[in-house]
């Protein structure tokens, strides 16, 4: 049993601009500006955290957003969710921002990514002696992860990495020995296939590697073992934005729980299918079309 219910994310947040909100937007999402361009919190570590705390979880927030009017994006979606951002940090200069688009099928694209002062935040000794309190740990886009490893272990927590984003596959070597969990997408594949991309992994040190393969589900593996998950049926997709957020937070809670891989890969599936039927990542949480 973890020691403790609070799950940290720790890491990258933006505001996700999208060029396509006329789709279903009104009925769906509370948007910081009527119309297209669209202006919604996002970033893995802090979607994770707004979807945990949404499932009735004890969620925190760690990283930094600018001292601009972006900011207040980042922190009216946390304090809706009851995301503690007590650890957040607000520093001179601009939010991270990301300008997203989407195909008529609502596959996102991301048209340009900058994660602002949240690229550069990073840890200390005193927050991550406060992070090893927690009973799980998720980090996204934290590149000095693998400097405290040891440190964030002192209390037992449980580690997970999200590494399914641009150059993800390059950074196994230095974090996938250091966390309990590596998650990556096939969205981000760097030309292997999900079975080598499970190989690297693993020969990498990890010792449980989880892949999304979006409408085609999802599989992991450890040294001993292997699973296989398929996607949840949907009646309609919306938006794509955030469904592996969604399954990652899902995940997570189902391990915290204590249930096995299997049943934590259907929470997943089922997380994220129900995130494809809303516009957004931080939209409210929602069951509306996904098929039971």
Not at 119 to 139: K, M, V
Not at 149 to 176: M, P, T
Not at 214 to 239: F, K
Request: proline letters at 4%; a negative charge; aromatic letters at 4%.
């Amino acid at each position: 049993m973890p020691p403790s219910e609070l799950i940290v994310c720790v890491g990258d947040n933006c505001v996700d601009v999208t060029q396509s909100g006329d789709r279903d937007l009104p009925q769906r999402v509370p948007v910081a500006a009527a119309s297209p361009p669209v202006h919604l919190a996002g970033g893995n570590a802090f979607n994770v955290a707004v979807a945990l705390a949404r499932m009735g979880r004890r969620a925190s927030y760690v990283g930094a957003v600018g001292d601009d009017p972006a900011a207040e994006v980042i922190l009216s979606a946390a304090h809706e969710a009851g995301v503690d951002t007590s650890r957040l940090e607000r520093v001179p200069g601009a939010t991270g921002r990301t300008i997203v688009d989407h195909d008529p099928d609502g596959e996102r694209r991301f048209v340009s990514e900058d994660y602002g002062v949240a690229a550069d935040y990073r840890l200390d000794a005193e927050t991550a002696a406060w992070l090893s309190t927690a009973g799980w740990l998720h980090f996204a886009r934290q590149v000095d992860l693998a400097d405290w490893g040891s440190a964030l272990r002192g209390g037992g927590a449980v580690l997970s990495c999200d590494l399914g984003h641009s150059g993800g596959v390059g950074a196994l070597e230095r974090i996938a020995a250091v966390v309990d969990v590596v998650f990556m997408s096939a969205s981000s594949a760097a030309g292997l296939t999900p079975e080598q991309m499970l190989r690297r992994a693993l020969d990498a040190g990890a010792a449980l590697v989880v892949v999304t393969l979006g409408a085609r589900g999802s599989i992991a593996a450890s040294g001993e073992a292997r699973w296989q998950m398929d996607a949840h049926p949907v009646a309609r997709v919306i938006d794509t934005l955030g469904a592996g957020d969604a399954y990652i937070a899902a995940f997570i809670a189902a391990r915290m729980e204590e249930k096995g891989i299997e049943e934590a890969m259907r929470a997943g599936s089922r997380a994220g299918a129900a995130a494809c039927t809303q516009w957004g990542p931080t939209g409210p949480v929602t069951t509306d079309g996904v098929l039971a």
